[in-house]
């Protein structure tokens, strides 16, 4: 078998072919890789960066007027009757076992019912998400069936939010026998809302947070 031998011409276009096959090699390799891509990655880098900028300078302008809102809500929330009338814990406290007093009162004619102990609490912590501080008392009744249950009502459902937790019910043996119909023995703890400081700001939105991150 004889090889074919190329003419002068097509020697010359095989040349030049490989040649430019060649320099595109060398574009890839060398050109490409080592300075078109890394100013690719660096143009892209920047306009990352101006849309940030962007962004923050959007949320910067912003800023006075969410303060302002935030600061209408803060005083808004101060004002509200869901909170107790103090803004500090303990004296906080001493109004929820005034409050006690005061619907034990009014809820005497249906039966008895006394207050036999009150006793202040460390405040509970705060739950998670939750921006708002709580009092916390501990609270001893001695009361017949009617007038226990108009009391409880009260509490929870009046203003300020009032939240009864560890209720215990139970009739003194010793009393019962001595009395017949003898009064309940009640326990239970009663939180509530501290109100606001009128200086402090609103808990602010999630979402305010997160339109402002990049």
């Not at 880098?45 to 962007?54: G, N, Y």
């Not at 300078?57 to 006075?64: C, D, F, H, L, Q």
């Not at 929330?77 to 076992?97: G, R, T």
Request: hydrophobic share 45%.
């Amino acid at each position: 078998m004889t090889r074919r031998v190329l003419a002068p011409r097509e020697s010359r276009i095989v040349a030049v072919a490989l040649l430019l096959l060649l320099v595109l090699l060398a574009y890839l390799v060398l050109l490409r890789w080592w300075f078109v891509a890394p100013l690719q990655q660096i143009h892209e880098e920047m306009a990352h960066l101006r849309d940030t900028h962007s962004r923050y300078a959007a949320a910067i302008a912003e800023k006075p007027a969410l303060q302002q809102r935030l600061a209408e809500m803060g005083a808004g929330q101060a004002a509200s009757e869901a909170f107790l009338a103090a803004s500090d814990p303990n004296n906080a406290a001493a109004d929820l076992m005034q409050q006690v007093v005061d619907v034990v009162g009014r809820n005497t004619r249906r039966g008895r019912c006394v207050v036999s102990q009150k006793m202040p609490l460390p405040p509970p912590p705060a739950s998670a998400g939750e921006p708002y501080r709580k009092a916390a008392v501990s609270i001893s009744l001695s009361c017949d069936v009617e007038p226990l249950a108009a009391v409880l009502q009260a509490l929870e459902q009046g203003r300020p939010y009032l939240f009864v937790d560890d209720l215990s019910i139970y009739r003194n043996p010793v009393a019962a026998q001595r009395e017949q119909g003898a009064p309940l023995e009640v326990q239970f703890t009663l939180t509530g809302y501290v109100r606001p400081s009128a200086g402090a700001p609103a808990p602010a939105p999630a979402d305010a947070d997160a339109g402002a991150a990049p």
